[in-house]
């Protein structure tokens, strides 16, 4: 089985080739403040490292978010064109799996956090086990930034996320922790490739501020 595994939930993307079970190319390359798109390049790289071209691939396996609403466009389209090009099945894992399940993240529960500016957090809980295999127990929601530390309390939760806070585990999402999602994904199945979208969390700024001024809904499209 050949996975490549695509994540742009943060400022910072993320793209590997996993075969068998095992990673065998991996690339991160910045997402913000930046002229030129990196991710689609980055994919390219891990392939070429791998010796492997899109049509060895057997699946592809997206970070669905929630998190930064650009990047996720970008991982999102990258992964449904070559999903489309390649005739392949693409999954969606929510990426806040994809901080729980990364490497030398040890056992135990995890309120895994992102920051959803506005003074607010996407949450979400997760189990990891001693093999590394992580489970979803509970699915994103935003919450005042401030109460993560008490939510994570609530459940007996290290928090983990990518920002640096007081008795936090700092670590982003790695789309190698692909390989220790392998229940979630035989459970969700395929998307619907022509429909999917990533779960952006929340709406753009600049959707949120045309709204605000036309007082309607964004047309679609």
């Given at each position: 089985m050949i996975t490549l595994a695509i994540d742009a939930s943060t400022y910072e993307g993320d793209a590997c080739v996993i075969v068998d079970g095992r990673v065998v190319a991996e690339s991160a390359v910045a997402m913000k403040g930046l002229h030129d798109e990196r991710?689609?390049?980055a994919v390219a790289d891990v392939l070429d490292e791998a010796g492997l071209t899109t049509d060895a691939i057997d699946r592809i396996v997206c970070g669905a978010g929630p998190g930064s609403f650009t990047s996720l466009r970008i991982a999102g389209a990258i992964a449904k064109g070559i999903a489309t090009g390649a005739h392949r099945p693409l999954f969606s894992v929510p990426s806040m799996a994809l901080i729980v399940g990364?490497?030398?993240v040890p056992e135990g529960r995890y309120l895994a956090a992102?920051?959803?500016l506005r003074g607010e957090c996407y949450v979400s809980l997760y189990d990891?086990?001693?093999?590394?295999?992580?489970?979803?127990l509970e699915p994103a929601r935003i919450v005042h930034a401030e109460e993560v530390a008490h939510i994570a309390e609530s459940y007996g939760a290290h928090v983990i996320s990518p920002t640096r806070s007081p008795n936090s585990i700092v670590a982003r999402p790695r789309a190698s922790a692909?390989?220790?999602l392998e229940r979630m994904l035989a459970a969700r199945g395929p998307v619907d490739v022509a429909s999917w979208e990533p779960s952006y969390g929340r709406l753009a700024e600049a959707q949120v501020r045309w709204e605000s001024t036309h007082?309607?809904?964004?047309?679609?499209g």
């Open positions: 991710l689609m390049p990364g490497p030398d992102i920051d959803a990891r086990d001693a093999s590394g295999r992580t489970d979803e692909v390989v220790h007082g309607k809904p964004l047309p679609a």
